[in-house]
């Protein structure tokens, strides 16, 4: 399959660039195109963030690394699957803990609020790129 797309804003473009699998059995969890991404340090840590200027570039010196990432509910997260308002995301295939969900949102630690939230741990995935 080659791309043949000249559009460079394709929002749900079909192959994936990134991928990201459970660290522990290596099984898909989530695509590059199911993250959902916040800006970070938006909310409470709002007031660090008011010496906004210069270049962008430094903004985001300050504001802390997002130590995981938000995903849209996939399939393999069974506990949505049953209806849980807000539970531990567990790998489909090896039962390890990734993160955690809440439909009513969580808090990233960079400060963001993602709403609804599905949280993948990064120390738990590893991120390859195709
Ligand atoms: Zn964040
Ligand atoms: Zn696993």
Not at 29 to 34: F, G, I, K, S, T
């Amino acid at each position: 399959m080659e791309a043949v797309n000249n559009s460079s804003e394709v929002e749900s473009t079909p192959k994936p660039q990134v991928i990201y699998r459970c660290k522990k059995c290596r099984r898909i969890v989530a695509a590059e195109e199911n993250v959902v991404s916040h800006e970070r340090g938006k909310g409470e840590e709002c007031f660090r963030w008011r010496k906004r200027t210069g270049d962008p570039k430094d903004w985001e010196k300050d504001a802390a690394e997002c130590s995981s990432i938000f995903v849209e509910p996939m399939k393999w997260m069974e506990a949505v699957q049953e209806g849980y308002v807000e539970e531990k995301l567990q790998c489909i295939g090896c039962k390890v803990r990734l993160g955690s969900f809440n439909w009513a949102g969580m808090q990233c630690n960079c400060g963001a609020w993602v709403n609804p939230a599905f949280q993948l741990h990064k120390s738990r995935i590893d991120e390859c790129r195709m």
